[in-house]
């Protein structure tokens, strides 16, 4: 009993030691409590990393081999029986495409009979005109045949991006095609499924993105032109196949 009443008369005979103790107390619980919540939000950023290093999405493999034959039923300027065919998958409203439109232009002009072109269509979802635009292109070939096609790709394309859907009519009265027959055809929606086909087709070829065209020679070698590139560029790959 004497020394238990010393212990609490030496207690209350310093109330500051006590207090100091605590104090340390309260230091070391809260270090240690931080410590353990920094550790767990390490392990927690590193498995979210690697989340996220899992989700990225892979690219699609290229299978060239994919692409459908070329047939007489392509729009194609030039010969089935060239050097080169290049394959382009294209978006009407796409802005790379309208100049590239131009760059093949001038491949054509370039190799002559050694070149062919086939257009296939390749309408991107986030872009509101292309598909119909896509279709009138197919009513129109049905009115004047492969060559009003590309004369009414070639004009699309100058009056891209401000042509309004409702201003195709008048495309195809400016290059002197029936008009009603034109709009007829449009509404029937025939054409719907003849290009979603062959945006299908470029997608399983591993086609991205517009324009992505495949130049294909005659010995069966394929490239892909990914993306809208300079002239000198584009002749570079050509050249590398009809070696």
């Known amino acids: 009993m004497?020394?238990?009443k010393e212990a609490q008369e030496s207690a209350n005979s310093n109330p500051n030691a006590l207090v100091i103790i605590l104090i340390i107390l309260a230091f070391f619980t809260g270090y240690l409590f931080f410590k353990v919540q920094n550790l767990e939000?390490?392990?927690?950023?590193?498995?979210?990393?690697?989340?996220?290093?899992?989700?990225?999405?892979?690219?699609?493999?290229?299978?060239?081999?994919?692409?459908?034959?070329?047939?007489?039923?392509?729009?194609?300027?030039?010969s089935l029986n060239a050097d080169i065919i290049l394959v382009e998958y294209s978006d009407f409203e796409c802005p790379f495409c309208k100049p590239f439109q131009l760059t093949m232009q001038q491949v054509i002009k370039d190799y002559g009979n050694k070149i062919a072109w086939v257009y296939r269509h390749y309408p991107l979802s986030f872009h509101t005109k292309a598909q119909k635009t896509a279709e009138a292109?197919?009513?129109?070939?049905?009115?004047?045949?492969n060559d009003g096609f590309w004369k009414f790709s070639?004009?699309?394309?100058?009056?891209?991006?401000?042509?309004?859907?409702?201003?195709?009519?008048?495309?195809?009265?400016?290059?002197?095609?029936?008009?009603?027959?034109?709009?007829?055809?449009?509404?029937?929606?025939k054409y719907t499924k003849l290009?979603?086909?062959?945006?299908?087709?470029?997608?399983?070829?591993?086609?991205?993105?517009?324009?992505?065209?495949v130049i294909i020679s005659k010995s069966?070698?394929?490239d892909?032109?990914?993306?809208?590139?300079?002239?000198?560029?584009?002749?570079?790959?050509?050249?590398?196949?009809?070696?």
């Open 137 to 145: 292109s197919e009513c129109v070939a049905e009115i004047a045949g």
């Open 224 to 243: 892909l032109i990914g993306e809208a590139l300079p002239l000198d560029q584009v002749k570079t790959q050509i050249d590398a196949l009809l070696k």
């Open 41 to 78: 939000k390490g392990k927690t950023s590193d498995t979210n990393a690697k989340a996220e290093v899992t989700q990225q999405p892979q690219q699609p493999e290229l299978k060239l081999d994919l692409v459908s034959k070329v047939t007489k039923k392509d729009h194609i300027r030039g």
């Open 2 to 4: 004497p020394k238990k």
């Open 154 to 189: 070639d004009l699309v394309f100058e009056k891209m991006p401000d042509l309004e859907l409702t201003q195709l009519p008048d495309l195809v009265t400016q290059l002197g095609y029936d008009a009603t027959k034109f709009q007829t055809c449009l509404d029937s929606g």
């Open 220 to 222: 069966g070698k394929r």
């Open 195 to 213: 290009v979603t086909d062959q945006l299908s087709d470029g997608t399983k070829a591993g086609i991205q993105g517009t324009p992505g065209t």
